[in-house]
């Protein structure tokens, strides 16, 4: 199996080469230690130590059988601490999912799932669509919280698909981004595709899929805003794509541009990025249900340092 080639963004230069992949690829900081004690992970052809540092522009090669893919797309049972239920009947059940949980599993992926935590804790859920992500009808990145549907009825997945496929799901994030955004509230219409030479992200690109994002500030600081951002389409790392694209990355998203000393000083592991709300039509009753979240614990104590001149 060809290799997976990672370059060094610029936010992880002299970092821990373990700290890194935990970054990258989403993996616990053991797994990632382990898979560069074993000589798995090479950096511009290198092998390396845990304790080696990353460098801006570098390229990391992973060998991909070492993730450990899973041999089966059965999802392992695992209850998830912190994924509390907002919503549940025979259709449809909504789940508050923590940073560091995963839609579903996938090759490279040990963590959690939002999946496997439900059949962990009892529920059943639709068998439709593909074998690894049954049930799914949209995902959350693994480091961005809050509010995500999954049908349990077969009726329920057909009718979300169709909704969120034909735009009528309301979907409501709130985002720190870096600086003011200007104009204060607006659209972000730019097209979204795979990054030309980074395999792992994504970018605005000319011939992409279209994309839009309608964003209003809610609330200004000396180094940050507080956005309120309702999507008009889905495509993977929207939000945190377009406001990087603006010159205005999440906080704390390394991946998109974010400066790691802000992050630092408000003390944020991931991007500030949270699902506060999402509202559809009931497959079942057609009534019109709103589900929302509150602000997980990092990301209200990263929020109030902000406030306070961080």
């Not at 998830?80 to 923590?98: A, N, Q, S, T, W």
């Amino acid at each position: 199996m060809t290799e997976r080639l990672l370059p060094v963004p610029d936010g992880l230069s002299g970092e821990r080469v373990d700290v890194g992949l935990t970054r990258l690829l989403g993996l616990s900081r053991t797994k990632a230690a382990a898979l560069v004690d074993a000589g798995h992970v090479l950096q511009d052809g290198q092998r390396l130590i845990k304790s080696d540092r990353l460098v801006s522009g570098a390229t990391l090669q992973v060998d991909p059988d070492a993730l450990e893919p899973r041999e089966t797309s059965a999802e392992i049972p695992q209850l998830v601490p912190g994924m509390r239920i907002l919503h549940d009947d025979d259709d449809i059940v909504v789940v508050d999912k923590p940073v560091g949980v995963a839609a579903h599993g996938s090759p490279g992926w040990n963590g959690p799932t939002v999946v496997g935590g439900l059949a962990a804790a009892g529920y059943r859920i639709s068998t439709s669509g593909a074998a690894e992500r049954t049930g799914i009808v949209h995902r959350l990145d693994v480091g961005t919280s809050g509010v995500m549907a999954v049908a349990k009825s077969e009726r329920a997945y057909t009718s979300l698909k169709r909704q969120f496929k034909e735009r009528t799901v309301d979907k409501i994030y709130h985002a720190v981004v870096q600086g003011q955004m200007d104009p204060l509230r607006g659209t972000i219409d730019a097209p979204i595709d795979r990054h030309p030479s980074h395999d792992y992200r994504f970018a605005v690109v000319a011939g992409g899929k279209a994309s839009v994002t309608h964003y209003e500030t809610l609330e200004a600081f000396t180094h940050g805003s507080l956005l309120e951002v309702h999507l008009e389409t889905g495509r993977t790392h929207q939000i945190r794509v377009h406001v990087s694209a603006m010159r205005h990355p999440c906080v704390g998203d390394l991946t998109y541009g974010a400066d790691p000393t802000l992050a630092r000083k408000v003390g944020l592991e991931r991007q500030w990025l949270h699902a506060v709300s999402l509202g559809f039509e009931h497959p079942t009753s057609g009534d019109r249900i709103v589900v929302t979240s509150v602000y997980p614990d990092d990301l209200r104590a990263s929020l109030a340092r902000l406030r306070d001149g961080a």
